[in-house]
């Protein structure tokens, strides 16, 4: 019965080894949601960058269309302010609104990718820096708790401790 402690420390050990590698990999799977969230945000820019120049290309076929109905019915769509150009403006104005509203979009779509990305790899950092000491106090812990239950039958250390310990060697002035 005097492997008991022994076997209860090496699951300990093993215990925190596996815990010590299940969070390396989820600082590695921090890491690739990083990477994806980057790359999210980018093909969201691109999106947004579609749709304002999808908005103007609307906005030059409805200008193109009123001149064009204008000059069928007789109007100098070039002319002074009439009808036309005003329809013109006001599409314009908001052609070029929705346009500014896609960029910007596109804008805050980039930068929160990286904000969320910077946080998944600050998280990824915590967890790789925090991994060894969590793995070495769990190891300590188990050493502890074997110590107070099995008490001086536990001893793994007693070698190691007088090798660390130097006893105290006579001189010749002793004597």
Not at 77 to 96: A, D, T
Not at 127 to 141: D, Y
């Amino acid at each position: 019965m005097q492997a008991i402690p022994y076997i209860g420390m090496a699951l300990t050990a093993v215990g925190a080894l596996a815990d010590y590698r299940a969070k390396q990999a989820q600082a590695q799977q921090l890491e690739a949601q990083a990477t994806q969230s980057e790359l999210q945000g980018r093909a969201n820019a691109v999106a947004y960058k579609r749709q304002g120049n999808e908005v103007l290309r609307r906005m030059n076929q409805v200008m193109a269309a009123n001149i064009a109905r204008g000059s069928a019915r007789g109007i100098n769509p070039f002319g002074s302010k009439g009808v036309i150009e005003m329809s013109n403006m006001y599409n314009r104005r908001l052609g070029i609104s929705e346009f500014q509203i896609a960029r910007d979009n596109a804008t805050m779509a980039k930068e929160m990718a990286k904000y969320q990305a910077g946080q998944q790899l600050t998280a990824a950092k915590t967890i790789r820096q925090l991994a060894p000491f969590q793995m070495v106090g769990k190891i300590a812990t188990g050493y502890m708790t074997t110590k107070q239950i099995y008490g001086d039958q536990f001893t793994p250390f007693q070698s190691f401790a007088n090798a660390v310990m130097p006893t105290p060697r006579r001189t010749m002035e002793s004597f």
